[in-house]
T-cell receptor, first 113, second 114 residues
């Protein structure tokens, strides 16, 4: 199994600013994922982050808005840039282990005012 | 493309009632995995079960049971004798073997009244 921690757990930010969310895993993993969950909605994949390569973004998400870093096999960051109230969501980090195991972090609750 | 449909947006039951949450999926892949997660008000996703496409056996774990029917592309979840602590949003998710990320359904909010 994998234990995932995220920082911060929650934040309230002003529009136009940026927030970087950190994701730390207790073991080395090849693939890490960032999901967004808007209020009352399901989880939507933002991007897949592999160590040593550029993140792969899903349709509707762009690197300028959600830059991702993956400096090693246990850590990743997601930045939400130039925030607007529409970015208010829970952001979840996830890792894949083996062919099917999926583990999720506790999430970061972001409110943009 | 993958798709997961949870037609029930919200269900309200009284404690001790049985409740079934429906999940229908679409995929062109022949091998895949199906998942159920629980999301209590705290927001954390709690893993409940994983089932692979080769295994159509139903599973029971305590008050929880799952009915996987490949012929109808359904993976339904039943809670027997529901409790107030079961109140949460439940998500069904799909992962084809060749893809690492999950495709989630829209979720079903379950309210169990005392």
């Amino acid at each position: 199994s994998a234990v995932i921690s995220q920082k911060p757990s929650r934040d309230i930010c002003q529009r136009g600013t940026s927030l970087t969310i950190q994701c730390q895993v207790d073991s080395q993993v090849t693939m890490m994922f960032w999901y967004r969950q808007q209020p009352g909605q399901s989880l939507t994949l933002i991007a897949t982050a592999n160590q040593g390569s550029e993140a792969t973004y899903e349709s509707g998400f762009v690197i300028d808005k959600f830059p991702i870093s993956r400096p090693n096999l246990t850590f990743s960051t997601l930045t939400v840039s130039n925030m607007s109230p529409e970015d208010s969501s829970i952001y979840l980090c996830s890792v894949a282990s083996g062919n099917y195991e999926q583990y999720f972090g506790p999430g970061t609750r972001l409110t943009v005012t | 493309a993958q798709k997961v449909t949870q037609a029930q947006t919200e269900i309200s039951v009284v404690e001790k009632e049985d409740v079934t949450l429906d999940c229908v999926y679409e995929t062109r892949d022949t091998t895949y995995y199906l998942f159920w997660y629980k999301q209590p008000p705290s927001g954390e996703l709690v893993f409940l079960i994983r089932r692979n496409s080769f295994d159509e056996q139903n599973e029971i774990s305590g008050r929880y049971s799952w009915n996987f029917q490949k012929s109808t592309s359904s993976f339904n979840f039943t809670i027997t004798a529901s409790q107030v602590v079961d109140s949460a949003v439940y998500f069904c998710a799909l992962k084809p073997t060749g893809r690492r990320a999950l495709t989630f359904g829209s979720g079903t909010r379950l309210q169990v009244q005392p």
